[in-house]
């Protein structure tokens, strides 16, 4: 194997959702490869503050503003990355959410506010990359979907609060969708140099799991359901985002990568 298989130094990345959870780790652990990394979140004091953190230990860290749900917004924040890096060679979309605003009323309310996080702003996404990684000839863009794209969440009683329970099929259908779009994407970009692969994780420890991980019986389910028996955390992704980001991956393309204690495999 080359010893530089692996390699990051000089590359740049777009992450969005980075000011937090799988994102905010993501963003670090690229950081401290040697990527000059791009803080992409609606939390724009969340995203300064990570890149601060970031730039305190030595890494590049710039923090956009960015609204994945408005292609406007995604458009103007891929840009100001360009503007800044001049090149974007990894693009990872981490933003996403898996319930309802405290604005959105009903069922519709809530699938229409999830979809167009963890849907839609994924392909808005990946179209501006794209438009960027073309002229390059080269990129990696990594999706990040769940292992909710092929099993159906399953909680303990009592149940968490019903905006999250009503959550749960636009969050299912919108990472199922992102699952089918990484293998669109692959097929038609593949002409252009550019990989497009997918990460599925399985529970995870985040700010988004809070809710649900402060209930012991939900702890005591998913840790009887897991085969490795226990909850992810966001590090347990760390090699997985430098395989996919580095040279090391440069063959594959179309892929989902399931990360999830072995959960999915009953």
Known sequence: ??????????????????????????AETLAAAGVSVAIADINEPGAQQIA????????????????????????GSVAQVLSAYGTLDIGINAAGVAAGREEDKTPV??????????????????????????????????????M????????????????????????????????????VLAAQLSQHGIRVNCISPG???????????????????IEKETPLGKVGQPKDLDGLILYLSSGASDFMTGSELMIDGGYSIW
């Open 1 to 26: 194997m080359r010893p530089d298989v692996f390699d990051l130094t000089g590359k740049t990345a777009i992450i969005t959702g980075g000011a937090s959870g799988l994102g905010k780790r993501m």
């Open 52 to 75: 601060n953190e970031i730039t305190a230990k030595g890494g590049n860290a710039l923090p956009v503003e960015m609204d994945v749900s408005d292609p406007e917004s995604v458009m």
């Open 109 to 146: 309310d809530i699938w229409n506010h999830v979809i167009n996080i963890d849907l839609n702003g994924v392909y808005y996404c990946c179209l501006e990359y794209a438009s960027v990684m073309k002229k390059q000839r080269h990129g990696k863009i990594i999706n990040i979907a769940s």
């Open 148 to 183: 909710s794209a092929t099993v159906v969440n399953n909680f303990p009683q009592p149940p968490v609060e019903d905006s999250r329970l009503l959550g749960i099929p636009a969050y299912c259908a919108a990472k199922a969708g992102v699952k089918q779009l990484t293998k």
């Open 203 to 221: 529970y995870m420890n985040t700010e988004m799991t809070t809710e649900i991980f402060r209930m012991p019986e939900v702890i005591e389910q």
